[in-house]
């Protein structure tokens, strides 16, 4: 009779959770988790002239990591990616930091134009931008000569994209026009979020204008800044199209802007007259994987535990 009871009382199994949620799994195994592991396992395999494969164990991360003709590409396309990463976090960041601080401003007219104008280059394809900033930056029918000249700074312009030591710096500050308003709008809604109370509090203590910014809010939005940041690293070590869209898949002038994600696409793809490596190709897409995944943690494990403690 007890045992009646309790069978009775026992909740039944919510089969309507799995209903719901076999649609997004089964289509997220199928884009993300099958084509992850599948290149985790190409990248312990090669294959034979005629086209078997066979396991090689580690010998692909050797062969990238030491061997001259892989290592000197990897190398250099990795020390790219990082100066591209460095950039956005000089330049993007704290400019969407003081755009999101003005454009928080009740009295400042205008804000939502601003707002909008700001980030509507995010919505746009990369690929749009891409071609847009060459024909803009390009000496011969470009119009960037001509409007510095209407400001006197026509003696800076140069072929920036057409020289090693400028070509990455001017494509890693078109990125960042781009998506800058990104980043502003997630510390304006992390600012709007900040109560009342807390600014009404320091206007009493006498803390008005820039320092209430910076002794306030600031450390109050830290987290989203934290966030921020490593959106940003996630999304500069995957980064691919700005690159091609601009330099083309060989990222001149002589690799100057060649980063992992166009060093990835050669291998896998093949280009001009060299066939692609698929297994190569993989074993460059697992050690990007491992990047961002070593640097994602150290973000959860360091930096995201002190900045806890800015949290409500």
């Known amino acids: 009779m007890q045992h009646a009871r309790a069978a009775a009382r026992r909740k039944p199994f919510p089969w309507h959770v799995v209903v719901f ?18 290149t985790l396992r190409l990248s312990f395999f090669d294959r034979t002239d005629e086209g ?7 010998v692909n991360f050797e062969r990238l990591f030491l ?15 990082f100066y591209f990463f460095v950039v956005h976090m000089a330049v993007q960041n704290p400019i969407g ?4 601080a003005l454009l928080s401003m009740t009295h400042l007219p205008g804000r939502t134009f601003y707002r909008t104008a700001i980030f509507v280059p995010a919505m746009l394809s990369v690929v749009i931008i891409g071609f847009a900033w060459k024909l803009i930056l390009s000496p011969i029918w470009g119009v960037s000569e001509t409007l510095l000249g209407l400001v006197g700074l026509d003696f800076l312009f140069g072929p920036w994209l057409g020289k090693e030591g400028s070509a990455l710096t001017t494509l890693a500050l078109i990125s960042v026009w781009q998506y800058v308003g990104i980043p502003m709008m997630l510390i304006y809604a992390a600012l709007l979020a900040i109560p009342e109370d807390i600014s009404e509090a320091a206007d009493l203590d006498g803390v008005r204008g820039m320092a209430l910014f910076f002794k306030v809010k600031l450390p109050l939005i830290w987290p989203t ?42 291998t896998f793809f093949g280009h001009q ?3 692609g490596d698929p297994h190569m190709g993989a074993t460059i897409a697992t050690a990007m994987f491992l990047i961002i995944l ?13 900045m806890r403690r800015y949290q409500f």
Not at 21 to 38: D, F, G, H
Not at 294 to 306: C, F, I, K
């Open 21 to 38: 949620l076999a649609p997004a799994v089964l289509i997220y195994t199928a884009v993300m988790i099958y084509p992850l592991a599948e």
């Open 52 to 58: 078997a494969r066979f396991w090689v164990g580690l």
């Open 67 to 81: 061997d001259p003709h892989w290592a000197d590409q990897f190398w250099n396309a990795l020390a790219n990616n």
């Open 97 to 100: 930091v003081l755009l999101a």
């Open 225 to 266: 800044i934290g966030i921020i940041s490593i959106l940003t690293f996630i999304g500069n070590f995957n980064a691919f199209d700005l690159i091609y869209a601009v330099q083309g898949a060989l990222a001149g002038p002589n690799f100057s802007t060649d980063i992992l994600g166009t060093f990835l696409y050669r």
């Open 273 to 275: 007259l060299e066939l």
């Open 294 to 306: 070593v640097g994602v943690m150290a973000y959860l494990w360091g930096v995201q535990r002190r």
